[in-house]
């Protein structure tokens, strides 16, 4: 596997179940990301873990738990969701400048999971 | 706080004619400004970046983008579109630091055969 690949690519869940998204990169990256895509809304960002700890969390609900148990996996736990949480959940990675501090290289997304809530 | 502002949601070109998709922007210190292009129900795939040097950057698919400071923009440009070209374009901006990117909402170019 090259890229970026995250598993399931298609999620129906129920508001009282317990699910996980997956995300592996295989690009040697030390930065990882989740996204999330609603129709006719602008990509949003939900979680950045920079060499695996996370660094910014932007007003998440925390029904969302991400986990980066290292710097090529990153979960989404996702448990007792709304229907207005059915979306695209993007992950993406790039390589994170130890020596500037900055993330001025591309990043690269996954095909991502299209969760429905019912 | 960082920005875009992508003005258009649809751009429609005939095949063959030069294309134009527009982007400013609005960062504190100095941008690193990237345009990715999504294909139905596939994720984002880079295009080009602007990080410093020259305004006029080259990208993947014959695909440029001009950085204007003045007028903070960063306009994706093609000289001959193609059908293939078809698509959701995205900008988006970065003032470095370890922020992930601000998208703007994205425009839908359609390429008439």
């Known amino acids: 596997e090259t890229g970026v690949t995250q598993t399931p690519r298609h999620l129906v869940m129920g508001m009282t179940n317990k699910k996980s998204l997956k995300c592996e990169q295989h690009?040697?990256?030390?930065?990882m990301y989740w996204y999330k895509q609603s129709a006719k809304k602008p990509l949003e960002l939900m979680f950045v873990?920079?060499?695996?700890?996370?660094?910014e969390n932007n007003s998440v609900p925390s029904r969302f738990s991400p986990e980066c148990p290292n710097s090529s996996h990153l979960f989404l736990h996702l448990h007792t969701l709304q229907p207005e949480d059915s979306a695209l959940y993007l992950c993406?990675?790039?390589?994170?400048?130890?020596?500037?501090?900055?993330?001025?290289?591309?990043?690269?997304f996954g095909p991502g999971t299209r969760l429905t809530v019912l | 706080a960082q920005s875009v502002a992508q003005p258009e949601d649809q751009v429609n070109v005939a095949e063959g004619n030069p294309l134009t998709v527009k982007c400013t922007y609005s960062?504190?210190?100095?941008?690193?400004l990237f345009w990715y292009v999504q294909y139905p129900n596939r994720g984002l795939q880079f295009l080009l970046k602007?990080?410093?040097?020259?305004?006029l950057v080259k990208g993947s698919y014959g695909f440029e983008a001009e950085f204007n400071k003045s007028q903070t923009s960063f306009h994706l440009k093609k000289p001959s579109a193609l059908v293939s070209d078809s698509a959701l374009y995205f900008c988006?901006?970065?003032?470095?630091?370890?922020?992930?990117?601000?998208f703007g909402k994205g425009t839908h170019l359609i390429i008439q055969p």
């Open positions: 993406a990675s790039s390589q994170f400048s130890i020596g500037t501090g900055t993330s001025a290289s591309e990043q690269f």
């Open positions: 690009l040697g990256h030390n930065a």
């Open positions: 873990y920079n060499f695996k700890e996370q660094t």
């Open positions: 960062v504190s210190g100095n941008p690193y």
């Open positions: 602007y990080i410093t040097g020259d305004n």
């Open positions: 988006a901006v970065t003032g470095g630091g370890a922020d992930g990117l601000t």
